[in-house]
C-alpha cells in the first residue's frame, strides 16, 4: 500500500518559517513527480509547488521567492520550506505524488500563519 504521511506543520507568526515533509513509502519513490497543494475552508484546493523525478521544479505565483520544494530520493521523502509566511498561506497542506495516470494523496498538515 502506497503511503503519504506530510509532517511539520503547525502555528507561526506572520514572517515566520516552517519546512513541511512528505515521506512516501510502498513505492519507486524516485520515479514519481511530487506536489504540495493546498486548502482553506469554503477555497478551492490550489497546487503550491511541484518537483519532477528529474528536478525541475514550478511554484504558484504567489509563493515564488518563498517557499522552496526539494527531495531526497535516498530517503522517499519531498521537502516544501517555506518563508515570510503570511495569513493567507493558512490552509491544510496536501502532498501528491503522481506517476502518468496513478496519484496518490497524503492527509494533510495544517499551517496557520497568525500573530
Known amino acids: 500500500q502506497v503511503q503519504l504521511v506530510e509532517s511539520g506543520g503547525g502555528l507561526v507568526q506572520p514572517g515566520g518559517s516552517l519546512r513541511l515533509s512528505c515521506a512516501v513509502s510502498?513505492?519507486?519513490?524516485?520515479?514519481?513527480?511530487m506536489g504540495w497543494y493546498r486548502q482553506a475552508p469554503g477555497k478551492q484546493r490550489e497546487l503550491v509547488a511541484a518537483?519532477?523525478?528529474?528536478?525541475?521544479?514550478n511554484y504558484a505565483d504567489s509563493v515564488k521567492g518563498r517557499f522552496t520544494i526539494s527531495r531526497d530520493n535516498a530517503k522517499n521523502t519531498v521537502y516544501l520550506q517555506m518563508n515570510s509566511l503570511k495569513p493567507e498561506d493558512t490552509a491544510v497542506y496536501i502532498c501528491?505524488?503522481?506517476?502518468?495516470?496513478?496519484?496518490?494523496w497524503g492527509q494533510g498538515t495544517q499551517v496557520t500563519v497568525s500573530s
Open positions: 501528491n505524488a503522481a506517476l502518468k495516470t496513478v496519484t496518490y
Open positions: 510502498g513505492t519507486i519513490f524516485r520515479l514519481y513527480e
Open positions: 518537483i519532477t523525478s528529474g528536478g525541475s521544479t
